[in-house]
């Protein structure tokens, strides 16, 4: 495929980690690529909400770094000033679970907020925002055709053909993009199951007099909770605290109302010892992990030029989505590699 069509950029949709990780290593081999993200800026699930004079990072709340190649690329990304280690005091709430994190785990944020690794990355790439893709078609010279939701989209790349489609999004919104158009990559997204999670973020004008930073939570509807304030970088006014739900509890309640939920989940914090916030902000993340990622790294069908990465394709978690666009890089560099099973 790559090798008839050079002259063609690939398009890669999806500008969070494992997008950015596989489109900057297209681009160093010397690919021409063209990433889009239906969000209004780069970094997907590792995110961060911002208002006047407070931050909280809503979605990814650490990552580790255990694969050598990523911690090669996180010793770039702090040589750059976009992450930095994150020692909090953790506290376990309920019974520990197997394999928990709980332990004497190395963790690392973005720096000064978690959407900053993914900036970085993206600062040298042509990068379109709030475009929705609604569909794939091939040209009979087989290359590929985007149609977007946005008029002004639709017109400008209308006539614009893709040596490869590059799809770096959450499996459950790939199903109708791939529906009649690749029933190999279709099954193998149909193979992951993506939960949501609510998300609380608190502020604080007078810091909370908790004995933790952060916190597993091992029973009732809570999961996680995080002194966002505690983190390298933070502005240092008032306080503010994460609190992410169940990722079972939020599927129950992931129709519910805001006020519902957020009623809900600060009485279990009021319950760990917290008071009731000044302010608050309440976000749903529809597709927040995968019950049981899978473990082929990427996906990649080089007669049709349509491949898939994402951390539900590498294990889950930040690290994942970054390892996951670098394998999808390799595969295409590869002519005729195909790496649909393995």
Known sequence: MKSTKQSLPVAIIGAGLAGLSC??????????VQLFDKS???????????????????GAQYFTARDPAFRAELARWQAAGVAAAWQPRLRVFGPPRPGSEAGETERFVGLPQMTSPAR???QDLPLRLNATLQG???????AWRLDWAEAALQQEFESQDFAAVLLALPAPQLLPLLQGVNETLLALAGQARMRGSWALMLRYERPLALDFDAAFVNEGPLRWLARDSSKPGRPQAGETWLLHAQAPWSEAHLEHSPEQVQALLLAEFVRLGARMPDALSVHRWRYADTERPLSQGCAWDAQAGLGLCGDWLMGGKVEGAWRSGQALAGAYLEPDRQTLTS
């Open 136 to 142: 794939l078609r091939r040209t009979a010279a087989g």
């Open 23 to 32: 489109a900057r290593a297209l681009q160093t081999a010397g690919v021409a």
């Open 40 to 58: 209004r800026g780069p970094a997907g699930r590792m995110s961060t909400r911002r208002g006047e004079g407070w931050q909280c990072d809503h």
């Open 120 to 122: 970085w990355l993206a």
